[in-house]
């Protein structure tokens, strides 16, 4: 069980076989630390001498890109819950020798601040004589004492983890001082774009890195707006505001002395074509194009070219047949699927049982395939557009008050209500469609009322209220969860062709005259999404059924 929210791990083994260790370093301080966990680098640090060891710069090299990335990559894989930052403020190449804490040379003239204060220092640092630990957890303490802020009686933790150590002797360095590390090259100013929704081990690679090569400016651009429209699950994407503040504050904690500048991102160049101070712009090998691109548009504007720096995808070992094989956010949206994303309203005003599920969802976004799938696990499913029919029949109130309100010329010769000669009264006006569905919405949730009352009766313990219009109409009062099913536009129109045998224009104009998307997914406490196979709706749909499941018998618990 974890004890501490945030800690500092100090790893201190030699940049050669740091890689070996981070694996299982990093599982030994995911046991301890359960939400934040700061990484500082001083390899060959020792904590066991005689003097109490100093922070010292770090020269950037290639083996240190190398081990971030490992540390990023290994971190996804071992401890995704965690949310790590290797700290670089420490990481410049070695300036004029410092005399001591005061001199603007040393990495940490004063403690940094972090935005999360360390409760707890771990290192992977192993004293030869176990009796020194005492003496090495109290100079590990003051060590990162002098270099970050810290909770006052910060605990200390040395981690052994079990190491194979793969054959030193013949696989590691037999002489570190014959080592010569390749310097990485730095520039003043330095550019990359992306979405940095739901900020991962991906995205900090790619900002550790550039943090690594930027000496003076490091610019982000982020996508905004027209940018989002062709990615997967953009719903779900974070909004603008919230990913620059994360972006700053990740950035902030990682290498305070840069000078960051964020800017919106609305086409695919942005600022990286036009600044004439930037040097350097970091790509993967997947958006290596995209940088190439940016020095064509660079030569027509007689701009220097930027140094294409790239940088090596991380692996997802935790992709599915509908993600990539890449750590994405694409990939981590599609697991937001089914799960609860915001917490229900307060459901006092509502008898405890049946749970009611609010389902909405546009035209053609397979809202009532997944009402369906949803009473076969065991809910009574209230059909909106069934109960929409009985209150248009003979001698009910509504049909009396549509009559009254539109005219007799609605009706059939049987006397019943022809909806489609009512539905061209209120097209395209929406004073006389208000005037319709302030009569028709008010019966329609009568009989779901009442619908709901007998499956109390009946001792049923979930409802599904399949209601393509339940925002629109107001009836989240009735339900105790709102559920949204998605797809993208250019889907639902090929969808509503084929199924209702009309124009491409008309689907369009049917779907713009219901709430979009992303308006419905505000008010979503649990989003769904009907794009992929029917295979794949019906994990989710499990999914998200056997977490309401545990919700429920947690509120039974409670009560």
Known sequence: ????????????????????????????????????????????????????????????????????????????????????????????????????????????????????????????????????????????????????????????VLLHPQIVKLQENEDAPKNDKEQKAEPIETYSDVVVGGTFDRLHGAHKTLLSISCLLANRRFVIGVCDQAMLKKKVLKELIEPYSVRVQR???????????????????????????????????????????????????????????????????????????????????????????????????????????PYVIGLAGGSGSGKSSVAKQLEVLGAVRIDCDKLGHEVYQLDTEAYHKVLQEFGSEILNKDKTINRRALAAKVFGNQERLKCLTDIVWPEIALLVKETINQAREEGKEVCVLDAAVLLEAGWTDLVHEVWVTIIPQDEAVVRITERDGISTEDALRRLQSQWSNSKQVKHANVVLSTLWEPEVTQKQVLKAWNLLQKRIQQKKAER
């Open 1 to 156: 069980m974890s004890m501490f929210s945030t800690g500092i791990l100090v790893l201190t083994s030699p940049l050669q076989t740091l890689p070996l260790r981070i694996a299982p370093v990093l599982s030994s301080a995911a046991q301890l630390v359960d939400r934040t966990l700061y990484v500082h680098l001083h390899p060959g640090l020792n904590l066991s001498s005689a003097s109490q060891p100093r922070p010292v710069f770090i020269p950037p090299v290639v083996d240190l890109s190398t081990l971030i990335t490992r540390l990023y990559n290994n971190a996804a894989d071992i401890c995704g819950h965690l949310d790590v930052r290797v700290l670089l403020t420490n990481i410049r190449a070695q300036p004029a020798a410092c005399s001591g804490a005061g001199t603007p040379n040393c990495p940490f003239p004063t403690p940094q601040p972090l935005f999360h204060s360390p409760e707890v220092v771990l290192t992977d640092f192993a004293p030869q004589d176990p009796h020194q630990s005492k003496q090495v957890k109290q100079c590990l303490e003051k060590y990162t004492g002098h270099c970050y802020v810290c909770r006052p009686g910060i605990s200390s």
């Open 247 to 353: 972006l700053r504050e990740f950035l902030q904690d990682t290498k305070p002395s840069l000078q960051v500048e964020i800017v919106p991102l609305e086409d695919p160049f942005g600022v990286s074509i036009v600044d004439p101070l930037l040097k350097c712009i970091v790509v993967s090998e997947e958006t290596r194009k995209g940088g190439e691109a940016v020095n064509k548009k660079r030569i027509e504007n007689d701009l220097p070219l930027l140094v294409l720096h790239e940088i090596q995808l991380l692996k997802d070992a935790h992709h599915n047949e509908t993600e990539e094989e890449k750590i994405s956010s694409s990939s981590l949206r599609s697991r937001l699927l089914g799960t609860l994303l915001t917490p229900p309203k307060d459901p006092s005003h509502l008898p405890p049982t």
